[in-house]
């Protein structure tokens, strides 16, 4: 998959009031910059993502500020209190200007 | 920076630290990871209590340290929670993410996948709204490391 694609997972329907768990899998190589090329002895340029942003209805939920630190290929698990139904988005950027966004419905039944 | 000069470096960093009463545990603490929590948190880690409100689970022994997964979660209702910070002890650069809550998240809950270069502590650190903190950390033998 292309760098900066994403995986959002929701529950379909959920009760009014239920947490429910948001689920990510986005694609990226996650270079700290603390890497040396073992051939060349170079240091890798730092790529990574540095700030994901989880909202629900466009109100803002969390933001998850990350370094490379996080895995290649980061999963990201976090809850969300659904009380309507809505449209769950993920907004993240990387430190080369990247930006991507990822939406998903939740309906309330 | 070559292996010759990272040696007396860190012997002059280890030395300084001797001297200074006050400074020098000697626990796992390294002079990095408090800078880092100095530098994002704006506390000293000797501020900072370990509570069993935050639980924090990660693995004891990681197979691979290219992809170590940590969850943390507590019980103290989300209104009262500011955010969450990551670290790892003895990675090169020891912050790993920072999360901000809202009530919108109906409870504290995060899981990601983080890398580890060497056996080390992982610390999951909430801050409160009331302005305190509180840490959890486990040790997470890592046979493998995946920083380098």
Known sequence: ?????????????AKKGEIVKVQMV???????????????????????????????????????????GVSAN?????TLKVEESGTVKISYEDNKGGKWEKTAEISVV | ??????LLLSALGIAGLTFVPGIFRPSFASSKLEEDIQK???????????????KLQAPT???SGANV?????????????DSLWIFVDNN????????KFTPMNGKVYFATRIKMGQTSNVRAILKLKDGSFLMAAKEVKVTVGGCG
Not at chain 1, 4 to 10: C, D, E, H, N, T
Not at chain 1, 26 to 51: F, S, W
Request: charged share 25%.
């Open chain 1, 26 to 68: 986005i694609t990226h190589p996650m270079e700290p910059g603390t890497r040396k090329d073992p051939q060349t002895g170079q240091l890798i340029p730092a790529y990574h993502l540095t700030k994901l942003e989880l909202f629900f209805n466009d109100k803002l939920v969390s933001v998850i500020d990350m370094g490379g």
């Open chain 2, 40 to 54: 994002r948190l704006g506390v000293s880690l000797s501020q900072i209590k370990e509570s069993a409100d935050v």
């Open chain 1, 1 to 13: 998959m292309a760098i900066g694609a994403g995986i959002l997972r929701v529950p379909k329907e």
């Open chain 2, 92 to 99: 090169p650069s020891p912050w790993i993410a920072d999360v």
């Open chain 2, 1 to 6: 920076m070559d292996r010759r000069r990272f």
């Open chain 1, 74 to 78: 980061p999963f990201i698990g976090i």
């Open chain 2, 61 to 63: 022994i990681a197979e």
């Open chain 2, 69 to 81: 997964p940590v969850s943390v979660e507590s019980d103290i209702p989300v209104e009262k929670v």
